[in-house]
C-alpha cells in the first residue's frame, strides 16, 4: 500500500540524533552515526521527526510501505525500556558516567604529559608545521581525554595530536584543512578518538572525506570510546 512516510538522507544527516529523540514511536534509530528508519511499521507518517533536523535530511514521501501498527509500536518501546540506554546527543544530554573509582584511575596514571606539538585545535595548526611530517596523528574529539582515564599514555605517545568537535566546528572547514594537511605532509597514520554518541562520528567521516580528498594512503583507525571509559571498537582501515 502507498501511503506517508518519512524518507531519510544520509549523505545530508550529520547524526545530531535530534530525529529521535522527537519520534516518539521509535521508528528511528542511530547507526553507524546516522539517523535510520527501522521500522517503516512504527512510522505514523506525521513528520514530528522533520522539524528539528538542521540538515534538511528528513522528508514525508507518500510511497509504498506497510501499515502503521500501534502493537508494533507499543512492543517496540517496550524493548527499548528495559534495553541499555543508547544516548542519542552529546553527553550533556546524557547520564553521567559510573564512577570507576580513585583508585583505579591513580592505577593508570600518567607520570606526565605526553603532548609533543603544540597547538592541538585542528583549524590553529598550521599545515607546513614541520612536526606534522611523517607524523603518526590523533584525531581526538574533545570530549575523550574527559572519557578516557589513560588518554595520554594509550593514544598520545609517539603521535601528534589534533583536536575538534564535529558538532560544534563547521566541518566542511575541517575537512579542507585536513585535506590540505594530508596533501603536503608525509602522514604515516591517522587514529581517530571519537565518543560513542552518535554526533562524534561525524569526526571520523572528517578523516576519510580528508584522506580521500588529498589522495593519501594512509592507514586509518577509528577508535570509539563509551560513556565508562571504555574502548567499544577499534580497528585499523
Known sequence: MKRRIVRIDANLCN????CVAACSEGAIEMRDGKAVLVEDSCCD???ACIG???TGALRIEEREAGAFDGKAVEQRLEKAL???PEPCGCPSAAAARPDTGAEAAAAHACPSSLLSAWPVQV????EEAPFLEGADILLAAECTPFAFADFHRRFLRGRVALAGCPKLDDPARHVEKLTRIFSVRDIRSVEVVYMQVPCCGGLVRIA???REASGASFPLRPTRIGLDGSIIESAWE
Open 15 to 18: 547524526g545530531c540524533g535530534k
Open 45 to 47: 507518517g506525521l513528520g
Open 52 to 54: 528539528g533536523c538542521p
Open 82 to 84: 528495559h534495553a541499555s
Open 123 to 126: 583549524m590553529l595548526v598550521p
Open 208 to 210: 576519510r572525506s580528508a
